[in-house]
């Protein structure tokens, strides 16, 4: 059987990070049996070091953009078949747009802001045994807003951040408009990109300004909730 490789649940999400989210909606989209492994040592035999990856009867796939790409041509899915070459163009532009840039905010909102680290700090570390659990926190933060500041996100103010991450709801806002996917009536590959990354701002159980920003788009928190009515009912 596949298996999916993540960190586990965080958040009242299937996972904490949206690349494993994404994967695993799609596997669960394209109605692909697999098993889900949360086990953040999994890092170690990770193909690029990072979260998620799939086995597939040995076979190693890291990195969530190869991974879809992957199951689509092995398994010869069909999510995509309704979407015109001009839709299959703009789905590729919009997923790299999240994945490189809302990611970002994301990181942001609560790897740096002051109101989310307690609830950060308590799920990522809260079982460290003493004294790893004193000194652990701080070494992951500070590594983290180092490769913020590298990025160039963590170069600009929070207010900025928060428009950034605005103009992303907004325009996945229209772009949904009243449709129940974001390109028609059934859900494509896109979609598990767009509510991988909505969810995690949307559907978790904590509070910052850039969640409630989020969960002023309407049409939105329906859309994530439609899905996971359907796709994640418990």
Not at 1 to 12: I, T
Not at 39 to 48: E, G, T, V
Not at 151 to 160: A, F, I, K, M, T
């Given at each position: 059987?596949?298996?999916?490789?993540?960190?586990?649940?965080?958040?009242?999400m299937v996972d904490a990070s949206p690349f494993v989210v994404k994967v695993d909606l799609f596997l669960k989209l394209a109605a692909i049996e697999y098993q889900f492994i949360a086990?953040?040592?999994?890092?170690?035999?990770?193909?690029?070091n990072k979260l998620p990856f799939i086995e597939d009867k040995g076979k190693k796939i890291g990195d969530s953009a190869f991974i879809l790409k992957y199951l689509t041509e092995k398994y010869q899915l069909t999510l995509d078949d309704e979407l015109s070459i001009e839709q299959r163009a703009q789905a590729n532009i919009y997923s790299k747009a999240l994945d490189e840039s809302l990611y970002w905010c994301l990181v942001y909102s609560r790897w740096v802001k002051e109101d989310s680290w307690p609830v950060i700090k308590e799920t990522f570390f809260g079982t460290l045994p003493a004294p790893l659990k004193w000194f652990v926190p701080g070494i992951v933060k500070k590594d983290v807003k180092k490769t913020l500041y590298r990025?160039?996100?963590?170069?600009?103010?929070?207010?900025?951040l928060l428009s950034i991450a605005d103009e992303h709801f907004s325009s996945l806002a229209v772009l949904l408009s009243d449709k129940p996917f974001f390109f028609g009536e059934k859900a494509c590959s896109f979609d598990a990109v767009a509510y991988a990354f909505l969810a995690e701002f949307i559907s978790v159980d904590f509070f910052n300004s850039f969640n409630q920003q989020a969960r002023k788009y309407d049409n939105l928190v329906q859309y994530c909730q439609r899905i996971e009515a359907q796709y994640y009912p418990n």
């Open positions: 059987m596949l298996k999916l490789y993540g960190f586990g649940k965080a958040f009242s086990d953040f040592n999994a890092l170690k035999k990770s193909p690029k990025q160039g996100y963590g170069r600009h103010s929070e207010s900025e």
